[in-house]
């Protein structure tokens, strides 16, 4: 694998194309660069998933959580929301047992807690993704140019902020407004890709497209 750091965040393969650095050559953790973060998502199940993992990786690397995504997906019926929501005590004790995922009996109940919680908000607002797109921030509220600096100057932003207090205060958990940036960022709430990644214009076109729910 060949690669080299081209400008602050910005690093070239052997392809030639510049990415955002933070794949670091891996070829999984590029694809999902390439594939998913950042492209925008309105199905309720993977927006589920996405907040219930970035709960999990707190504490630890995203690439961590990814390489065991599958088995995540396996240990919570696929994250269909209606289903884990009915999870109980046995449940509970399967999952801490299970290697395949992180056994963190907090983020594990935290999980079915939420899947209660996201029922809720389904039958409340008619899909999660009605409910999360809302908390779309306004172009003018984005930085200008979004690049090493300014991601790592960013952790959280005001919107993040507001969206996590909406859910503690519905009684969402592990939900703290770095993670909930996280969430945002994947899920391409907003558009995070360095200028000169050659995702960056993909995506803004991607969300040109997008009909919000």
């Known amino acids: 694998m060949v690669w080299e750091k081209q400008v602050a965040g910005i690093i070239t393969s052997e392809d030639g194309k510049g990415r955002c650095f933070w794949h670091g050559g891996l070829e999984d953790y590029r694809r999902y660069h390439d594939e998913e973060w950042g492209r925008p998502m309105a199905d309720d199940i993977r927006l589920f998933e996405k907040i219930c993992l970035e709960g999990f990786q707190s504490g630890l690397s995203w690439l ?14 696929g994250f269909d929301f209606d289903t884990v929501a009915q999870f109980g005590p046995d449940d509970v004790e399967r999952l801490v047992l299970d290697a395949g995922i992180i056994r963190h009996r907090g983020k594990i ?67 703290g407004p770095t993670t909930v940036y996280a969430f945002m960022q994947a899920m391409g709430l907003v558009n995070d890709h360095f200028e000169g990644c050659f995702c960056q214009p993909e995506v803004a076109q991607a969300r040109l497209n997008f009909k919000r729910p």
């Open 109 to 175: 109940v935290s999980t079915i807690n939420n899947a209660k919680r996201a029922v809720e908000m389904r039958d409340e607002f008619g899909t999660l993704a009605k409910f999360f797109w809302s908390f779309e921030p306004r172009e003018e509220d984005r930085p200008a140019i979004m690049d090493l600096a300014t991601l790592c100057a960013n952790p959280t932003t005001p919107v993040s902020v507001t969206l996590s207090k909406v859910l503690k205060k519905r009684g969402w958990t592990f939900v």
């Open 64 to 77: 961590t959580i990814l390489r065991k995504r599958e088995n995540f997906r396996a240990a919570f019926a």
